[in-house]
Protein backbone atom coordinates (compact mmCIF):
# COMPACT_ATOMS: atom_id res chain seq x y z
CA UNK A 1 0.00 0.00 0.00
CA UNK A 2 1.33 3.39 -1.10
CA UNK A 3 0.63 6.49 0.90
CA UNK A 4 1.85 10.21 -0.52
CA UNK A 5 1.32 13.29 1.78
CA UNK A 6 3.31 15.96 3.92
CA UNK A 7 4.48 14.52 7.08
CA UNK A 8 3.12 16.02 10.17
CA UNK A 9 2.66 15.36 13.51
CA UNK A 10 0.70 12.85 14.40
CA UNK A 11 -2.71 13.26 15.57
CA UNK A 12 -3.11 11.12 18.56
CA UNK A 13 -6.04 9.36 20.44
CA UNK A 14 -6.28 8.55 24.07
CA UNK A 15 -6.61 5.20 24.80
CA UNK A 16 -5.22 1.91 26.11
CA UNK A 17 -3.11 2.22 24.38
CA UNK A 18 -3.02 5.58 22.39
CA UNK A 19 -4.01 5.34 18.91
CA UNK A 20 -1.72 7.13 16.28
CA UNK A 21 -2.79 8.53 13.25
CA UNK A 22 -0.47 10.05 10.19
CA UNK A 23 -3.17 12.21 8.79
CA UNK A 24 -2.41 13.66 4.97
CA UNK A 25 -4.56 15.65 2.54
CA UNK A 26 -7.26 12.80 1.89
CA UNK A 27 -6.37 9.94 3.68
CA UNK A 28 -4.80 8.85 6.95
CA UNK A 29 -2.64 5.97 8.31
CA UNK A 30 -3.77 4.06 12.11
CA UNK A 31 0.25 3.61 12.65
CA UNK A 32 -0.62 1.35 15.14
CA UNK A 33 -1.63 -1.56 12.49
CA UNK A 34 1.65 -0.90 11.01
CA UNK A 35 3.47 -2.72 14.60
CA UNK A 36 5.55 -5.19 13.41
CA UNK A 37 5.34 -4.62 9.97
CA UNK A 38 8.16 -3.26 7.51
CA UNK A 39 7.61 0.27 6.26
CA UNK A 40 9.72 2.32 3.69
CA UNK A 41 9.80 6.01 3.69
CA UNK A 42 11.10 8.23 0.68
CA UNK A 43 11.82 12.28 1.04
CA UNK A 44 10.52 13.42 -2.35
CA UNK A 45 10.45 17.63 -1.32
CA UNK A 46 9.69 20.17 0.83
CA UNK A 47 6.52 22.02 1.84
CA UNK A 48 6.18 24.89 4.19
CA UNK A 49 3.22 24.65 6.47
CA UNK A 50 2.25 27.96 5.91
CA UNK A 51 3.17 29.19 2.02
CA UNK A 52 2.69 25.47 0.91
CA UNK A 53 5.82 26.26 -1.02
CA UNK A 54 8.68 23.68 -2.08
CA UNK A 55 11.29 25.04 0.40
CA UNK A 56 14.00 23.97 2.55
CA UNK A 57 12.20 23.69 6.02
CA UNK A 58 13.92 25.96 8.80
CA UNK A 59 12.54 25.05 11.71
CA UNK A 60 8.81 23.62 13.22
CA UNK A 61 7.83 23.02 9.92
CA UNK A 62 7.91 26.14 8.44
CA UNK A 63 10.48 27.60 5.85
CA UNK A 64 12.40 30.70 6.89
CA UNK A 65 10.51 33.52 5.53
CA UNK A 66 7.74 32.19 7.17
CA UNK A 67 9.55 30.95 10.65
CA UNK A 68 10.64 34.89 11.07
CA UNK A 69 7.35 36.39 9.83
CA UNK A 70 3.94 34.40 11.06
CA UNK A 71 2.85 34.21 13.98
CA UNK A 72 3.00 30.54 14.98
CA UNK A 73 6.22 30.78 15.04
CA UNK A 74 6.89 33.72 17.18
CA UNK A 75 9.63 33.50 20.22
CA UNK A 76 6.33 33.39 22.99
CA UNK A 77 5.67 30.19 21.46
CA UNK A 78 8.61 28.36 23.11
CA UNK A 79 8.95 30.61 25.51
CA UNK A 80 5.35 31.56 27.10
CA UNK A 81 6.77 34.08 29.70
CA UNK A 82 7.14 36.26 26.86
CA UNK A 83 3.53 36.39 25.69
CA UNK A 84 1.97 40.01 26.21
CA UNK A 85 -1.39 39.58 24.45
CA UNK A 86 -2.63 40.50 28.09
CA UNK A 87 -1.67 43.84 28.38
CA UNK A 88 -3.27 44.61 24.72
CA UNK A 89 0.29 44.59 23.21
CA UNK A 90 1.39 43.26 19.78
CA UNK A 91 4.24 40.54 18.78
CA UNK A 92 3.25 39.31 15.40
CA UNK A 93 -0.45 39.43 15.22
CA UNK A 94 -2.76 40.48 18.27
CA UNK A 95 -5.63 39.20 17.22
CA UNK A 96 -4.11 35.54 16.55
CA UNK A 97 -1.95 35.99 19.81
CA UNK A 98 -5.30 37.10 22.30
CA UNK A 99 -6.70 34.06 20.45
CA UNK A 100 -4.20 31.81 21.75
CA UNK A 101 -2.58 33.68 24.78
CA UNK A 102 -5.71 34.42 26.35
CA UNK A 103 -7.48 31.24 27.11
CA UNK A 104 -6.77 28.38 29.91
CA UNK A 105 -3.18 26.73 30.31
CA UNK A 106 -1.84 24.35 32.58
CA UNK A 107 1.34 24.02 34.03
CA UNK A 108 2.23 20.09 34.52
CA UNK A 109 4.90 17.73 35.99
CA UNK A 110 5.43 14.89 33.23
CA UNK A 111 7.53 11.59 33.77
CA UNK A 112 9.09 10.85 30.35
CA UNK A 113 12.78 9.95 30.76
CA UNK A 114 12.71 11.55 34.41
CA UNK A 115 10.65 14.39 36.22
CA UNK A 116 9.54 17.61 33.74
CA UNK A 117 7.64 20.88 34.30
CA UNK A 118 6.21 21.68 31.05
CA UNK A 119 3.45 24.17 29.78
CA UNK A 120 0.79 23.36 27.19
CA UNK A 121 -2.77 24.38 26.82
CA UNK A 122 -5.65 23.16 28.48
CA UNK A 123 -7.13 21.77 25.46
CA UNK A 124 -4.08 19.97 25.11
CA UNK A 125 -4.42 17.88 27.11
CA UNK A 126 -3.42 14.84 27.11
CA UNK A 127 -2.10 15.53 24.00
CA UNK A 128 0.77 17.65 24.65
CA UNK A 129 1.50 14.92 27.56
CA UNK A 130 1.19 11.74 24.59
CA UNK A 131 3.38 13.90 22.40
CA UNK A 132 6.20 13.76 24.91
CA UNK A 133 6.12 10.37 25.68
CA UNK A 134 5.22 10.96 29.52
CA UNK A 135 4.26 7.29 30.76
CA UNK A 136 2.61 9.83 34.12
CA UNK A 137 1.50 13.09 34.16
CA UNK A 138 -0.37 15.82 36.65
CA UNK A 139 -1.34 19.00 36.47
CA UNK A 140 0.13 21.93 38.95
CA UNK A 141 -1.41 25.34 38.32
CA UNK A 142 -4.67 26.02 35.43
CA UNK A 143 -4.02 29.76 35.11
CA UNK A 144 -6.28 32.78 32.25
CA UNK A 145 -3.32 32.92 29.93
CA UNK A 146 -0.16 31.69 28.55
CA UNK A 147 2.33 34.37 30.64
CA UNK A 148 1.14 33.49 33.71
CA UNK A 149 1.74 29.62 33.18
CA UNK A 150 5.31 30.80 31.64
CA UNK A 151 6.37 32.65 34.72
CA UNK A 152 5.66 29.82 36.63
CA UNK A 153 7.18 27.76 34.22
CA UNK A 154 10.72 29.77 34.63
CA UNK A 155 10.36 29.65 38.37
CA UNK A 156 9.75 25.78 38.96
CA UNK A 157 12.37 24.70 36.06
CA UNK A 158 14.71 25.78 38.65
CA UNK A 159 13.94 23.48 40.84
CA UNK A 160 13.08 20.76 38.35
CA UNK A 161 14.22 20.24 34.79
CA UNK A 162 12.16 21.15 31.80
CA UNK A 163 13.99 18.58 29.07
CA UNK A 164 13.35 14.92 28.33
CA UNK A 165 15.94 12.56 27.21
CA UNK A 166 14.55 10.89 24.45
CA UNK A 167 17.00 8.26 24.02
CA UNK A 168 15.91 7.00 27.60
CA UNK A 169 12.12 8.07 27.34
CA UNK A 170 12.33 5.59 24.06
CA UNK A 171 14.08 2.60 25.97
CA UNK A 172 11.70 3.18 28.40
CA UNK A 173 14.62 4.17 31.20
CA UNK A 174 12.04 5.20 33.39
CA UNK A 175 11.36 5.16 37.44
CA UNK A 176 7.76 5.63 38.44
CA UNK A 177 7.38 8.76 40.75
CA UNK A 178 4.88 10.21 42.92
CA UNK A 179 3.84 13.15 40.97
CA UNK A 180 1.43 14.42 43.67
CA UNK A 181 4.02 14.43 45.96
CA UNK A 182 6.49 16.19 43.50
CA UNK A 183 3.40 19.11 43.20
CA UNK A 184 3.33 20.13 46.42
CA UNK A 185 6.85 20.02 46.97
CA UNK A 186 7.10 22.64 44.35
CA UNK A 187 4.76 24.58 45.43
CA UNK A 188 6.14 27.35 47.14
CA UNK A 189 8.11 28.39 44.20
CA UNK A 190 4.72 29.32 42.36
CA UNK A 191 4.96 33.12 41.71
CA UNK A 192 2.33 34.53 43.86
CA UNK A 193 0.72 36.11 40.73
CA UNK A 194 -0.17 32.04 40.18
CA UNK A 195 -0.25 30.76 43.92
CA UNK A 196 -4.44 31.41 43.69
CA UNK A 197 -4.50 28.88 40.80
CA UNK A 198 -2.75 25.98 42.42
CA UNK A 199 -4.33 22.48 42.30
CA UNK A 200 -4.68 20.98 45.57
CA UNK A 201 -6.41 17.89 44.59
CA UNK A 202 -6.21 15.48 41.55
CA UNK A 203 -4.50 12.10 40.39
CA UNK A 204 -1.82 11.52 38.04
CA UNK A 205 -3.20 10.32 34.41
CA UNK A 206 -1.13 7.05 33.25
CA UNK A 207 -0.69 6.88 29.56
CA UNK A 208 -0.52 3.62 28.00
CA UNK A 209 1.71 3.74 24.41
CA UNK A 210 1.62 0.83 22.21
CA UNK A 211 5.00 -0.52 21.99
CA UNK A 212 5.79 -4.92 21.25
CA UNK A 213 9.57 -3.97 22.03
CA UNK A 214 11.69 -1.21 23.49
CA UNK A 215 14.68 -0.19 21.47
CA UNK A 216 18.00 -0.74 23.35
CA UNK A 217 19.81 1.70 20.93
CA UNK A 218 17.36 4.19 19.51
CA UNK A 219 18.86 6.38 17.10
CA UNK A 220 17.47 9.52 15.12
CA UNK A 221 16.68 9.60 11.57
CA UNK A 222 17.54 12.33 9.38
CA UNK A 223 15.93 12.00 6.05
CA UNK A 224 17.55 14.61 4.44
CA UNK A 225 20.42 13.31 4.65
CA UNK A 226 19.64 9.19 3.70
CA UNK A 227 16.53 10.43 2.16
CA UNK A 228 15.21 6.53 1.95
CA UNK A 229 14.24 4.36 4.81
CA UNK A 230 13.56 0.67 5.42
CA UNK A 231 13.07 -1.02 8.05
Same mark, same amino acid.
Given at each position: ????????????? %????????? $????? %????????????S???????? @???G????? #??????????????????W????? @?????????????? #?? =?? $?? !?????? #??A????????????????????????H??????????? #???????????????? =?????N?? =??? $????? !???W?????????????A??????????L??? $?????K???? !?????S?????
Amino acid at each position: MLYKGVLTKMQTE %FGHPIQYYL $VFESD %FINMNQLLDNNISLNLMGHQC @LNCGLDKPI #YRQGFCRSCFFDIPQAADWIMRPE @LSTAHLDKEDRDLE #YE =KK $VQ !LQPHVV #YLANSSHVKVGVTRKSQIPTRWIDQGAHEAIEIVEVPNR #YLAGITEVALKAHVSD =KTNWRNML =KNE $VTDED !LAEWRHRLKTYIPEEAKAYFIENNSETELDFP $VIKFPKKPKS !LNLEKSKQYKG
